[in-house]
């Protein structure tokens, strides 16, 4: 079975631009955790959702936003890109609503680059 | 706020060594705990998951304990090896209501040939 995968794979933009990063959780997962990874420091929670409903959201401006589409695939969308935005953009997704009883799994991100 | 502390930042053994990494956290309600594998600009995989009734879960040359009343889970890895060079991240995740983990900074490791 294929792992998590997200689209694209690295991508500059310039600020005040908009950006849409995409993912695909593994089959049969109902929930999708988006994280933002700046360079030396920990992923820190964005959203989450499951079943097309945002479960919880992390300290982020409304600049950010998400959608899950019924086919439990999802995006992240980022508005008024800043340069610190410039990060690595990680997708997890799990079989159930948190996670609890099981791994959350990760894909291999997007690397924005925001000049 | 749940608070997670990876020590230390960096780490440098020869190999054959045994490396033992440390995470600590604030708030001890928690619901698991895992321990993840980064390589330079790379996603996460996942090494180990240990739930808050365990004290230990094993794969392979890794053995990860937690002492959730202390805050403390410590990631062993037995016999090092040059591929086991790669930044070692620790998350915790908080019952109801709260789906996010919260992950350290990491811990770096390189294992010298």
């Known amino acids: 079975d294929a792992g998590v995968t997200q689209s694209p794979t690295h991508l500059i933009k310039t600020r005040g631009q908009h950006v849409t990063l995409r993912c695909s959780p593994i089959s049969g997962h109902k929930s999708v955790s988006w994280y933002q990874q700046v360079l030396g420091q920990g992923p820190q929670f964005i959203f989450q959702?499951?079943?097309?409903?945002?479960?919880g959201r992390g300290n982020f401006p409304d600049r950010f936003s998400a959608r899950q589409f019924p086919n439990y695939s999802s995006e992240l969308n980022v508005n008024a890109l800043l340069l610190g935005d410039s990060a690595l953009y990680l997708c997890?997704?799990?079989?159930?609503?948190?996670?609890?009883?099981?791994?959350?799994?990760f894909g291999p991100g997007t690397r924005l680059l925001v000049l | 706020k749940q608070e997670v502390t990876q020590i230390p930042a960096a780490l440098s053994v020869p190999e054959g060594e045994n490396l033992v990494l440390n995470c600590s956290f604030t708030?001890?309600?928690?619901?698991?705990l895992q321990w993840f594998r980064q390589d330079p600009g790379k996603g996460l995989t996942s090494l180990l998951l240990?739930?808050?009734?365990?004290r230990e879960q094993t794969s392979g040359r890794l053995n990860a304990s937690l002492d959730k009343s202390s805050g403390r889970s410590t990631l062993y890895i037995a016999a090092s090896q040059p591929g086991d060079s790669a930044t070692y991240l620790c998350?915790?995740?908080?019952?109801?209501?709260?789906?996010?983990?919260?992950f350290g900074a990491g811990t770096t490791v390189t294992v010298r040939a």
């Open positions: 997890a997704s799990s079989l159930y609503e948190t996670g609890l009883q099981e791994t959350q799994y």
């Open positions: 240990i739930q808050s009734s365990q």
């Open positions: 959702y499951y079943e097309k409903e945002e479960r």
């Open positions: 708030d001890s309600a928690i619901y698991n």
């Open positions: 998350a915790v995740l908080r019952p109801i209501n709260d789906y996010k983990l919260s």
